[in-house]
Structures are given as C-alpha cells and as structure tokens.
C-alpha cells in the first residue's frame, strides 16, 4: 500500500472545520434558526486557546460550551472564533482556535462532527498571533453586550442566543432527540450512543 503523501486526513479535517466557520458566521450574521444549537467541545490546552485562569483551573483538558439561548460578541476570525458566556454568573470571553475544536454537534438535527485536536495544515502560532488581533478588532467595532444569565448546567456551560431571548425557552433536546428538559449531554456519551 502506498504512502498517503496528499495527507487526506489532513484536507478532510481543515474541510469540516471550515464548515464550522461557516456555520458559526451564519449564526453571527442571524442568530440562531429554528431549534438549532451547537455543543462545541475543544481541548484547553491547545496552542491559541484563551480561556481565563478561572475556567483554566475548572477545565485542564477539555471543555463543551452550548451556544442556545444567550451569548454575545460571537466574532469570527480566519483561524479562531471568539465568543462571550456568563460561567456561574460571571461574563468570560473566550477564543477557540478551530484547529482546537474536538467535536461540534447540533442536536437538532443530530448532526455531529470529530476532531483530531491540532490536525491541520496550518502554521499555528503565527497564524493565531494574527487571529487574535482580528477578533481584538472585530470587538471593538462590534459593540453592544447584552445581560447575561447563569449559563451552567449539569456543570457545563450554556450559552444561548440573542433571538431566543424574546421567545420562551424550549427544553433542548437531547442526544436521542427528545426533548427531555434540557440535558446537556457530553461528546463522549452522544459517541457511545451512535
């Protein structure tokens, strides 16, 4: 068999991530459609990860955010997306590298990727260096927080989008898709299930 020298892997990996880009601007430019929202897991360890020394301490390896019904300030950027969520009360900013993604997930739809964490083509640190001064930028011109709510449940973090704000919230669904009042499940366990 012959040596992969294309490095398919590779391609495949900076692909769907590129389809989390896409995805992530669309909810930025719109919101959140319909039932849509999004567990990302990622590892907190990754090279460009900006997470605060509180969510540090509480997450060493990994961590799944839910973007649903409140979230601000999402920016996406060449490299990175950046996002703000309230942990027990407390607004955060955090800046996720998409090569840091470990799997993204949209329970709606039952629609689930993953991710070798740091797979990719890219030349990481300079490359981060300048995502960080895009998102910096993109929050100055995108101005306009909006009050947070506690976003913790089951011990994971929840955020959720401005358009729900105005509706009742809905139970989210679960990984079976039914909706069972608001299970966070992790990838892990959704990875069993399929």
Same mark, same amino acid.
């Given at each position: 068999?012959s040596?992969d020298?294309?490095?398919?892997?590779?391609?495949? &990996?900076?692909?769907l991530?590129g389809?989390v880009?896409?995805?992530?601007?669309?909810?930025?430019?719109?919101g959140l459609?319909?039932?849509h929202?999004?567990?990302?897991a990622?590892?907190?360890?990754?090279?460009?990860?900006?997470i +605060?020394?509180?969510?540090?301490?509480?997450?060493?390896q990994?961590?799944?955010?839910?973007? &649903?019904h &409140?979230?601000?300030?999402l920016?996406?950027g060449?490299?990175?997306?950046?996002?703000?969520?309230s942990f027990?009360?407390?607004?955060?900013?955090?800046?996720?590298?998409?090569?840091?993604?470990?799997?993204?997930?949209?329970?709606?739809v039952q629609?689930? /990727?993953?991710?070798?964490?740091?797979?990719t083509?890219?030349?990481?640190?300079?490359e981060? /260096?300048?995502?960080v001064e895009?998102?910096?930028?993109?929050e100055?011109?995108? +101005?306009? +927080?909006?009050?947070? &709510?506690?976003?913790?449940?089951?011990?994971?973090e929840?955020a959720?989008?401005?358009?729900?704000?105005?509706?009742? +919230?809905?139970p989210?669904?679960d990984?079976t898709?039914?909706?069972?009042?608001?299970?966070?499940?992790s /990838?892990?366990?959704?990875?069993?299930?399929?």
């Amino acid at each position: 068999m012959s040596e992969d020298l294309l490095r398919y892997d590779i391609l495949i &990996q900076d692909a769907l991530r590129g389809a989390v880009k896409k995805i992530l601007a669309e909810v930025g430019r719109t919101g959140l459609p319909g039932d849509h929202h999004f567990y990302i897991a990622f590892d907190t360890n990754a090279p460009g990860v900006r997470i +605060s020394p509180r969510l540090k301490e509480r997450y060493p390896q990994e961590m799944t955010i839910v973007l &649903q019904h &409140q979230f601000w300030d999402l920016a996406i950027g060449e490299h990175a997306f950046e996002v703000g969520l309230s942990f027990g009360g407390v607004p955060e900013k955090l800046l996720v590298p998409y090569s840091a993604i470990k799997g993204f997930f949209d329970p709606s739809v039952q629609f689930a /990727l993953e991710f070798d964490p740091g797979k990719t083509a890219e030349e990481l640190p300079e490359e981060l /260096l300048e995502a960080v001064e895009e998102l910096a930028k993109a929050e100055q011109e995108h +101005s306009g +927080s909006e009050a947070t &709510q506690d976003g913790v449940e089951d011990g994971k973090e929840v955020a959720v989008s401005p358009k729900a704000k105005s509706k009742k +919230s809905k139970p989210a669904a679960d990984a079976t898709g039914n909706d069972g009042g608001g299970e966070v499940v992790s /990838l892990d366990a959704f990875r069993k299930k399929t």
